[in-house]
């Protein structure tokens, strides 16, 4: 039972993840940049949704939406799973490159990036036509959000992209 669980913790590590989410502050911060409507019944998607506290708030504050959340460890995928009450939000567990047709579906994509290869940028931005909030520095853009997470006490940057142009 012990080697089994050590085996775990390890795969883990070796996936090169972190953890770090936006408080609920940060997305009525991420909601007030993008001056998101209440009917607001478009695609939300999180890339890295982790435990999906984010994409439960968005379904939350706008019930017309549809939100998914895409992440790479299984357990939290199983958490999200158990946490939402909601059919209009999925979480799936799987790479994003799996995923290719939510990716071109969502016309807002928000990702805690900072660990995305140049490829995984460039994968997103290439199969979307939306709006992508992210915070990788390789992809840096004019418009920048601040917004609250949970691994500072100050407000950390982010980077609005338009995919439609990707500018």
């Not at 990702?111 to 979307?128: G, H, Q």
């Given at each position: 039972?012990?080697?089994?669980?050590?085996?775990?913790?390890?795969?883990?590590?070796?996936?090169?993840?972190?953890?770090?989410?936006?408080?609920?502050?940060?997305?009525?911060?991420?909601?007030?940049?993008?001056?998101?409507?209440?009917?607001?019944?478009?695609?939300?998607?999180?890339?890295?949704?982790?435990?999906?506290?984010?994409?439960?708030?968005?379904?939350?504050?706008?019930?017309?939406?549809?939100?998914?959340?895409?992440?790479?460890?299984?357990?939290?995928?199983?958490?999200?799973?158990?946490?939402?009450?909601?059919?209009?939000v999925d979480f799936i567990e799987g790479d994003l490159r799996d995923n290719k047709k939510i990716i071109?579906?969502?016309?807002?994509?928000?990702?805690?990036?900072?660990?995305?290869?140049?490829?995984?940028?460039?994968?997103?931005?290439?199969?979307?036509?939306?709006?992508?909030i992210h915070n990788n520095h390789n992809f840096k853009s004019?418009?920048?959000?601040?917004?609250?997470?949970?691994?500072?006490?100050?407000?950390?940057?982010?980077?609005?992209?338009?995919?439609?142009?990707?500018?």
């Open positions: 039972m012990k080697d089994k669980l050590i085996k775990k913790i390890i795969n883990v590590f070796k996936r090169k993840t972190t953890y770090g989410e936006l408080t609920f502050k940060g997305v009525n911060e991420l909601i007030q940049a993008l001056d998101i409507k209440d009917d607001y019944n478009g695609v939300f998607l999180d890339i890295g949704s982790g435990y999906g506290k984010t994409v439960i708030a968005i379904k939350e504050m706008f019930a017309k939406s549809k939100c998914y959340g895409i992440e790479i460890i299984k357990e939290r995928v199983e958490i999200a799973n158990k946490l939402k009450w909601s059919t209009k071109q579906k969502a016309n807002i994509i928000y990702t805690n990036s900072l660990m995305f290869s140049k490829e995984d940028m460039e994968f997103i931005i290439n199969n979307n036509k939306g709006i992508l004019n418009e920048k959000i601040r917004l609250t997470c949970s691994w500072s006490s100050r407000k950390q940057n982010f980077y609005k992209i338009n995919t439609n142009t990707n500018r």
